[in-house]
């Protein structure tokens, strides 16, 4: 699988409450929690989904399935906004 980026036009801002996103292109805003901004720090630092799903279970007690599952979900969504595009 080809490595996830942002897009372009994406710009963040990480505080410790999480990551707030603006797409400069659409004009909108989108927050993220600690975790999902751990995702997209990850994402963003060219991590594929299955070493940051791998980190954030070593993290947590979640099941590791149910870990993957929720990070694709973000990765789905982020994609379906255009804030994530395939690097590649």
Known sequence: ?????????VHQIT???GTVLLDADR????GL????SA?????????SVEQITRDLAARYTA???QIR?????????LRDRGLLHTRG
């Open 1 to 9: 699988m080809n490595a996830l980026a942002p897009t372009p036009a």
């Open 15 to 17: 505080t410790a409450d």
């Open 27 to 30: 004009g909108r805003f989108y």
């Open 33 to 36: 929690n600690p975790t999902g």
């Open 39 to 47: 995702i997209w720090q990850a994402l963003s630092g060219g991590h």
């Open 63 to 65: 099941r590791p399935e």
């Open 69 to 77: 599952a929720d990070v694709d979900t973000l990765v789905a969504q």
